[in-house]
């Protein structure tokens, strides 16, 4: 198998041809796969089925305090919930709130609050200034990008690289423009990298120096506990970044997120938003307007069925198992298929939810739109970057938890055959 750039004209057409004739083969198939986005398979999910148990009768609805979980109360969270996500962000219980089953519903509130009545340490709501910017760290997070694409704000892409957003380009814009309030971060098994972010990077943002007085990192530690090898030994560390700015007076300028949305049920788990003792008595006082309480009955479901952190660490090595052979099974086919040819290039995650991948540029819509009339749907090409434009089109984000095995291998198949459609495509 030869690099594509060193074959002849006449080769190329030929190898396209026979491609093409394999793609049509593949069309018949009738497949009906979806790789569209990082969700949970039906195996995993029913590692935690138990937790629907833990609260079974009228006696245990209580909870530590002695508190009716049933009833109104406790507004910023069950202390026992609060203290469990926590220890996922490694900071006390008393800087955590608890939200309902969505951090990203969190992450909204926290933009919206700001946008509509500023922030501590601010010159008043964004919506009343002029500009309002945010930093995108790319390729990243679509959601991210959304939330502040709804808000009208303005979102400037900082190249990723492995050690995590190029700090350089981030202090610069940071320290440069008031205007910049906030950057994206998904800081551990990043989405779609899978990278981590190392240990200088935390502290040169635990060191920022913002001209905006309101400037906040929007700390996303979605993927906290998600490792693929923390059974051999090789699971990543992430600096405390609450630490990093306690060191520098700076602990208010971020706001931290988790939840358990990829530790039990997707869409019945539970989030949390943690941050200084500044931020946090200003988000509870905007939160105590929206709800009285969030769901605690599932809070106190959650906190018996992981208990702890070693409990959820346990957990964890259960959705190890199930994982770790579907990313070994993409990697491997990706090198066996695509490795040799000279087209594409992919990360190696040691956790997370995602493989990024690069075709030749100016091919991955092409790849996309390959995959879809074949039954593979996958997520948009663009959409790891602001307003779904990445400028080279060639990244797309591969999620291979929610196929089984199976299924997983066909759309892998699938799917390196349309890169090289794709690339030779290009090439001719």
Same mark, same amino acid.
């Given at each position: 198998m030869a690099e594509y750039k060193s074959l002849s004209p006449q080769q190329l057409r030929r190898e396209l041809e026979a491609l093409r004739q394999q793609y049509e083969a593949a069309q018949k198939k009738g497949l009906r796969l979806d790789m569209s986005r990082g969700k949970p398979g039906v195996t995993q999910l029913a590692l935690s089925l138990g937790a629907l148990d833990a609260v079974g009768s009228a006696s245990s609805l209580k909870a530590e305090d002695g508190t009716n979980v049933c009833n109104y109360g406790a507004p910023l969270g069950l202390?026992?919930?609060?203290?469990?996500?926590?220890?996922?962000?490694?900071?006390?219980?008393?800087?955590?709130?608890? +939200?309902?089953? #969505? #951090?990203?519903?969190?992450?909204?509130?926290?933009? #919206?609050?700001?946008?509509?009545?500023?922030?501590? +340490? +601010?010159?008043?709501?964004?919506?009343?200034?002029?500009?309002?910017?945010?930093?995108?760290?790319?390729?990243?997070?679509?959601?991210?990008?959304?939330?502040?694409?709804?808000?009208?704000?303005?979102?400037?892409p900082v190249p990723m690289t492995e050690s995590g957003p190029d700090m350089d380009v981030v202090e610069k814009l940071?320290?440069?423009?008031?205007?910049?309030? +906030?950057?994206?971060?998904v800081p551990k098994y990043s989405n779609p990298t899978g990278y981590t972010y190392s240990d200088e990077t935390v502290r040169r943002f635990g060191a920022l120096s913002p001209a905006a007085g309101d400037f906040r990192i929007y700390w996303d530690n979605a993927y906290a506990v998600h490792h693929l090898y923390a059974t051999d030994g090789k699971?990543?560390?992430?600096?405390?970044?609450?630490?990093?700015?306690?060191?520098?007076?700076?602990?208010?300028?971020?706001?931290?997120?988790? #939840?358990t949305s990829k530790i039990t049920f997707s869409g019945a788990g539970i989030a949390a938003v943690a941050a200084s003792k500044t931020n946090i008595d200003c988000l509870n006082r905007r939160f105590a307007l929206q709800t009285i309480g969030h769901d605690k009955v599932n809070q106190l479901r959650h906190v018996r069925f992981l208990r702890d952190i070693t409990g959820i660490e346990a957990h964890m090595k259960r959705h190890e198992a199930l994982l770790r052979p579907k990313f070994e099974l993409v990697v491997r086919a990706l090198s066996r298929e695509l490795g040799p040819l000279g087209i594409a290039s992919w990360t190696n995650p040691r956790g997370g939810y995602f493989i990024s991948f690069d075709t030749l540029p100016g091919c991955a819509k092409r790849v996309i739109a390959l995959c879809g009339k074949a039954g593979v749907t996958m997520t948009p090409a663009g959409a790891t970057f602001p307003l779904g434009q990445d400028p080279e089109d060639k990244n797309v984000r591969i999620a291979p938890t929610f196929p089984d095995m199976e299924e997983l291998r066909e759309a892998t198949d699938l799917f390196c055959l349309c890169v090289k459609v794709a690339s030779l495509e290009k090439l001719t």
């Open positions: 202390y026992e919930a609060r203290r469990l996500m926590g220890e996922i962000l490694e900071l006390p219980p008393e800087q955590v709130i608890m +939200g309902g089953n #969505s #951090s990203l519903n969190l992450m909204f509130d926290c933009v #919206s609050q700001a946008y509509t009545h500023g922030l501590p +340490g +601010g010159k008043g709501p964004w919506c009343r200034q002029e500009t309002v910017k945010f930093l995108c760290p790319v390729p990243g997070y679509d959601r991210h990008f959304a939330v502040t694409g709804h808000f009208g704000i303005e979102m400037i940071v320290a440069g423009d008031d205007a910049v309030k +906030g950057i994206w971060c699971k990543d560390t992430l600096l405390n970044l609450m630490e990093e700015l306690e060191k520098t007076g700076r602990e208010d300028m971020a706001f931290l997120f988790t #939840s």
